[in-house]
């Protein structure tokens, strides 16, 4: 029946239903969102980042393979995002990335108390956040989503997930008012195929991030979605030249061809 009514349907029509549908589902979730006391302190809290690195550059550190070969130790002085599990790669470094942002419930979940102890400020999902995190000073409670596209100039609202923290962190950017943001370590390419979204466990070393015990043995993680994540790299894009800003995307032999391409070694 489904399947008949979607033939049925035209696209725009369908899209239409299908959005009205997500924004249904998601209002259970707007009490908690926007007036528990942990996601109000948030969103106070907020206000300070706005535009707060206005005109300045940070670069956006993706957790692929090819982030083995590029040169951290460049980005010492610089303002970094880092994401999930890249805190396995500081000691290497040097030094923490900046910011740090995760919003996927499984990574939060089994990595709550390295998450936790972080030395830096953390951008977290509220949906995950609540469950497994406690409220700190440089702690904040995103309110994220997995349905309903768009890309959200203001991140004390509903920000998309688009199916990778990536695309969060790109909006996290845009909201502090950087001019030019630059992804590495952003391959767009898995070893590891299978239905995306799909959780399943780790048998045995990481192949599609820069540390084997990344998502090592026993580690549950859900396949990736890339033409979901292609779908929030296109509207960031347009979203930033909008606003005569710009994304650049310097990942070693990366596979997405989103962004404008620049050599990595060129930037400093």
Known sequence: MKETIKKALPPPVLAAARNSLDSLRRLKQVP???FHPWRQQTRRDLLAYHNKHRGERCFILGNGPSLKNTDLSLLKNEVTFGMNRIYLAFEDMGFPTT????????VIEQCAEDIQHLPVPRFISWRGGKQWLQPDKDLFFLYSTYSGPKFAKDIRNRLWESA??????LQLAYYMGFEEVILIGVDHSFATKGKPNTTIVSEGDDPNHFDPKYFGKGFRWQLPDLDTSEIGYAMARQAFEADGRKVIDATIGGKLTIFEKRDYLELF
């Not at 910011?99 to 499984?106: A, E, I, K, W």
């Not at 990778?164 to 962190?169: A, F, G």
Request: glycine share 0%; aromatic share 24%; no cysteine.
């Open 164 to 169: 990778t923290v990536t695309y969060v962190s």
């Open 99 to 106: 910011y740090f942002v995760s919003v996927n419930d499984l």
């Open 32 to 34: 908690d969102a926007y």
